[in-house]
């Protein structure tokens, strides 16, 4: 089945120490988007990209990076995670960027920051 | 600037009965387009159902149907018939037409208890 794949589920890592989420995609879809989440809270849009095209939010921290390599795959760096990047990390895409196409989600990746 | 309002943090509901999530939204655009996505615990946001600005008729996806009412900026989700399954957080979402370059904007969600 066509899908949105996130590695790893669960994720931990040490105060300050890189870490890279990845996701990859069997949609052949255009947009890729990067949400975080916290806990109880809505998704809160980090980037995405459309085709090779970076889209960053205006208030995502510069310690948020993403690169997206190739259509199927798209990276999240966390350059020096802090005990407040602690959340859910869910990868979406979408077949383009109008009002009509829904947004399709991988499973997520829990981040615990030690 | 777009905003999506739910505000029941919390519902119950009886199995096999049907449930009524509230939405509402606050747009200048007169294009755009409202979703609805499930998030069960494990995390995965499930998209349920979509409705368009301009379309005619209320969206229906096989238990799901949106009560759409456009001049009151409503788009409440009608579960029927709710199963333990349903038991999960509900995500209203907006995206506005003007501009392709749009984001999906979701609301605070709405957690929904199923009882046996």
């Known amino acids: 089945d066509a899908m949105v794949i996130q590695n790893p589920r669960y994720q931990v890592t040490q105060f300050g120490k890189p870490v890279t989420l990845s996701c990859s995609q069997t949609l052949n879809h255009n947009v890729m988007y990067w949400y975080q989440q916290k806990s109880s809270q809505a998704p809160k849009l980090l980037f995405h990209?459309?085709?090779?095209?970076?889209?960053n939010e205006a208030d995502t921290p510069d310690n948020f990076q993403s690169r997206r390599p190739n259509t199927s795959f798209c990276f999240l760096d966390i350059r020096s995670p802090g005990l407040g990047d602690a959340a859910m990390y869910l990868c979406a895409t979408s077949r383009d960027r109008g009002m009509t196409y829904e947004q399709y989600f991988g499973p997520g990746t829990r981040l615990t920051v030690t | 600037a777009q905003k999506i309002t739910q505000t029941q943090p919390g519902m119950f509901v009886q199995e096999k009965e049907a449930v009524t999530l509230d939405c509402t939204y606050d747009t200048s655009d007169p294009s755009y387009g409202l979703f609805w996505y499930k998030q069960p615990s494990s995390g995965e946001m499930i998209f349920l159902i979509y409705?368009?600005?301009?379309?005619?008729q209320n969206a229906t996806e096989g238990r799901y149907s949106l009560n759409f009412q456009k001049a009151r900026k409503s788009a409440n989700l009608v579960i029927s018939a709710s199963q333990l399954g349903d038991s999960a957080m509900y995500f209203c979402?907006?995206?506005?037409?003007?501009?392709?370059?749009?984001?999906?904007?979701f609301g605070a969600g709405t957690r929904l208890t199923v009882k046996p």
């Open positions: 990209y459309y085709d090779k095209d970076f889209n």
């Open positions: 409705q368009g600005s301009y379309d005619q």
């Open positions: 979402a907006m995206r506005e037409g003007r501009d392709n370059n749009n984001d999906m904007r």
